[in-house]
């Protein structure tokens, strides 16, 4: 199997591009510059929410992106979870101290409530502050990851035994999954987190850009045609469907994915868009960690004097220009750190 896909590099920033752009707008309305009515067309459409398709295309990349990763005949569990936690955690821990100092110089509060117990600091060594915190337990979160983190997190954990399950058949993993998910959806029994935040149902996306990745030699072509068809209809039907909008998200982000897979090879011809695509999808990570502390801080400090459109478009520039400098300088912190830890344990 082919190590490098050029289309997963543009669903990554346009799914990242997505999640920024609808917080970007939401900061609006939060700021007191827009109501959320005069905006809402912005984001959604009759079938669809910008945040829903890129958080779910996220996931089904993960998925995809592991899948590829680990294609070949050796796996071990071991490397698998150190390569993937640092990647994931150390990122994390840079961008929350960061944002914890500038809290504190702002404020001069501690921003956590005195009744949270110490060892709940553990979610967010691990990650899943954010998620905990959504269902109802106190935790240290600052938002950093959102409560998507949270269920990456458990989505690595998963990886080993999904991984069996898809190389033995990836279209029973398929089909059982596709039932459970939809069992899941017709009779959803929490009240919360709502269900475009459950881990069970992202979990779905993730096994299913794992199996779209094992069976994409053997998709007839009826099935792309299919895509086609159903992408276009969700995207420009002026009227909502009979579906829930958990479903039509699951639907137009799988459809995408398989066209953009069906396009490989016209996309991999774009020389210029594929670097770009590759050099904006390699910060993603960091610059989704950094992204709401900089909407945040920036938009309600410069909100006084966003008072015409031109204004509002400057500091949506700006602000995602911030966003790549912070996500660069974390990612050479990164570096910096793991040369340091290399060459400690060379002198050992």
């Not at 915190?133 to 990851?145: A, N, R, V, W």
């Not at 792309?224 to 992408?231: E, K, P």
Request: hydrophobic share 55%; glycine share 6%; proline share 4%.
């Amino acid at each position: 199997m082919r190590k490098k896909f050029y289309s997963f590099d543009l669903l990554r920033v346009l799914s990242f591009a997505g999640v920024i752009y609808y917080h970007l707008a939401i900061q609006l309305a939060i700021s007191g510059l827009l109501p959320m009515e005069r905006i809402s067309f912005l984001y959604e459409s009759a079938n669809l929410h910008v945040a829903t398709v890129s958080v779910d295309l996220f996931f089904m990349l993960s998925g995809a992106g592991l899948y590829l990763a680990e294609s070949g005949g050796g796996f071990s569990l071991g490397s698998f979870f150190k390569k993937r936690f640092v990647r994931i955690l150390l990122p994390l821990y840079l961008v929350y101290a960061a944002d914890l100092a500038l809290r504190l110089l702002k404020n001069r509060v501690w921003p956590f409530d005195r009744d949270i117990p110490p060892w709940r600091f553990v979610f967010t060594l691990l990650g899943m502050d954010e998620y905990v915190d959504m269902l109802g337990l106190k935790t240290f979160t600052q938002g950093i990851g959102e409560w998507f983190l949270g269920c990456l997190v458990l989505m690595y954990l998963c990886y080993p035994l999904l991984r069996l399950a898809v190389r033995k058949t990836a279209a029973g993993t398929l089909a059982l999954s596709s039932l459970a998910y939809l069992l899941l959806c017709l009779y959803y029994p929490f009240d919360r987190p709502e269900i475009h935040m459950n881990f069970l149902a992202k979990l779905y996306l993730f096994i299913l850009g794992m199996c779209l990745m094992a069976l994409k030699d053997s998709m007839a072509l009826w099935v792309r045609a299919v895509c086609l068809a159903l992408a276009l209809l969700l995207l420009f039907c002026p009227v909502t469907l009979p579906v829930s909008y958990e479903i039509r998200a699951t639907l137009f982000s799988g459809a995408l994915f398989v066209l953009a897979l069906w396009a490989e090879p016209l996309i991999e011809r774009l020389s210029l868009v594929n670097r770009v695509s590759s050099w904006l999808s390699s910060y993603s990570y960091e610059v989704f960690l950094v992204h709401h502390i900089i909407i945040y801080n920036v938009t309600d400090a410069l909100a006084p004097r966003l008072s015409s459109p031109g204004r509002i478009l400057l500091l949506y520039i700006g602000e995602i220009l911030l966003m790549f400098l912070a996500g660069y300088m974390v990612k050479r912190a990164e570096i910096m750190l793991d040369a340091v830890t290399k060459m400690a344990q060379r002198r050992r």
